[in-house]
């Protein structure tokens, strides 16, 4: 086994062109409650969406939402059979807004937390977890934990949401995925899951590139070896993709060009075939012609969108 998709283990060389982190389905819920945009749950419309990545050259895609906060299991597995396009899971937690306070999540000590991530990756990911506890689950497993640090999660003391993450990423050697909201959160992070043991390249920080203004910040997380996932392309309300480029170019520049992810964090708002602005198309058709533009080698967009994620992407215990 090398990478875990819905639809059991390929070999890194199977991967091919990724997007690393998107959101296909999202139940509608306490994240829609909070934003209408975080409802995503039309299987035609999804398969739609997949269709149009397909014809520029899509073949796989990360799903970041983890159980138990809108994560629809049975409709990304049903997707990835129909559309022929590889699909990776999420099991993890994600933002503390995204449950409600009755939630299971918040009662589960760090032993129970992990137990559940690691039957997610190793026996089946569990069904309907937004409402009940853990209990019935179906064959096909996840394929990376995401976990999410905000403010809310910033001054925890016990860690223990973080901790059986760590565990359950040591125990099956799944890759890390982290949201962050600020890029000192992402040194945070990572520093901690360093300290639990994680080796670097099992880390990927997301959303390092909301703001711009900490280069420094994405460096020393590079010097780790730590993957960094650039997925605000597309997003204006946080900058242009010319800006966005401008970015890229000196991480590849730098000689960062080996640990850079792309995606594009989709939302409703964002999806074409739900009437939202860009499509998952945008990446290929309008945002690597840009980079392109800004003297960005085909060599090191191939990195960034094949190579990269094949590697990032990879389980780590399986190659030991």
């Known amino acids: 086994m090398a990478i875990q998709t819905v639809l059991g283990p390929i070999e890194q060389e199977e991967l091919g062109f990724c997007h690393s982190h998107e959101h296909l389905f999202l139940a509608d819920g306490i994240p829609a409650l909070l ?8 299987l035609e419309r999804t398969m739609q969406e997949l269709r149009m990545y397909k014809q520029v050259g899509g073949r796989s895609i990360v799903d970041a939402q983890p159980l138990g906060c809108g994560r629809m299991e049975m409709q990304l597995v049903e997707a990835a059979a129909r559309t022929d396009i590889h699909i990776l899971a999420s099991t993890g937690f994600h933002k503390l807004a995204f449950y409600p306070s009755d939630h299971w999540i918040y009662r589960y000590d760090e032993a129970a937390l992990a137990d559940i991530f690691v039957h997610e990756l190793t026996v089946g990911m569990y069904t309907g977890t937004d409402r009940e506890e853990p209990g019935s689950f179906i064959d096909e497993k996840a394929g990376l934990i995401k976990t999410a640090i905000d403010e809310e999660r910033a001054g925890d003391r016990d860690k223990r949401w973080f901790r059986a993450a760590a565990r359950a990423a040591l125990e099956t050697g799944a890759p890390l995925m982290c949201h962050t909201e600020l890029c000192e959160q992402g040194v945070q992070l990572a520093a901690y899951y360093r300290n639990q043991g994680i ?23 590079a010097e780790q070896g730590i993957y960094l996932e650039y997925d605000t392309i597309g997003r204006f309300k946080y900058h242009s993709d010319e800006e966005e480029a401008v970015l890229i170019k000196e991480m590849v520049d730098s000689g960062y060009e080996d640990l850079i992810l792309l995606g594009l964090d989709s939302t409703r ?17 309008r945002f690597l012609p840009l980079l392109r533009k800004f003297g960005i080698s085909d060599s090191a967009i191939h990195k960034m969108m094949i190579d990269n994620p094949a590697q990032a992407f990879d389980n780590k215990r399986q190659r030991k």
């Open 35 to 42: 934003n209408p945009a975080l409802r995503i749950d039309d």
């Open 199 to 221: 080796p670097a390249n099992q880390i990927i920080i997301c959303h390092l590139d909301r703001k711009l203004d900490r280069l420094d910040i994405h460096k020393q997380l």
């Open 269 to 285: 708002q964002r999806l074409r075939s739900y009437g939202g602005d860009i499509g998952l198309d945008h990446l290929s058709v």
